[in-house]
């Protein structure tokens, strides 16, 4: 008996560091900033289909459409860039990409992904932020006109990967 409890102890401990890595696959965006889920900046593909609208705005006043959040805390202190690029749209208008310390304050950044007709968007964000690695960030992406697009994200330089606060992070789950 002992042992067994021990055995599930010791399991239960083993699996525990991969609750601790940030998350890629096993969680998806949230539609509001207080459930977004911790997730990874490496190469990280969202799509903003079927997202709500929210009601924080953005650096130029822009209305929200269907807009997903993301919650990520950088491993270092100091300046880094997200690379932003447009893998598909359902229609060509693009995405706007706002750049949040805190649920529900004014933006830091924002982008806007236009696209031209044919020819992908891609940009940055964050360039200008001096990161801090105690402070959780989220990273908000909005159809521009409500296009619903596919959008590739990473964090460069790569040593800046995002982690997950287990203790506090709320999980997200979407229909």
């Not at 693009?94 to 992908?120: A, E, F, H, R």
């Not at 959780?136 to 800046?160: F, K, Q």
């Amino acid at each position: 008996m002992k042992n067994s409890i021990l055995t599930n102890i010791i399991i239960g401990l083993l699996s525990f560091p991969s609750i601790i890595n940030c998350q890629t696959n096993s969680s998806i965006p949230s539609d509001e900033c207080l459930d977004a889920p911790y997730l990874c900046l490496e190469n990280l593909i969202v799509s903003n289909k079927n997202y709500k609208p929210s009601l924080n705005t953005f650096c130029w006043g822009g209305l929200s459409h269907n807009d997903l959040w993301i919650a990520f805390k950088p491993k270092f202190d100091g300046y880094k860039i997200i690379d932003l690029e447009i893998l598909e749209c359902s229609n060509y208008n693009g995405l706007q990409v706002s750049l949040y310390d805190y649920c529900g304050n004014y933006p830091i950044d924002c982008k806007l992904l236009v696209l031209d007709g044919t020819n992908l968007a891609s940009s940055t964000i964050g360039e200008s932020i001096n990161f801090n690695s105690n402070q959780t960030y989220y990273l908000r992406v909005d159809g521009y006109n409500g296009a619903e697009c596919s959008l590739r994200i990473n964090s460069n330089p790569d040593e800046y990967v995002t982690t997950q606060d287990p203790f506090t992070t709320k999980w997200a789950t979407k229909d």
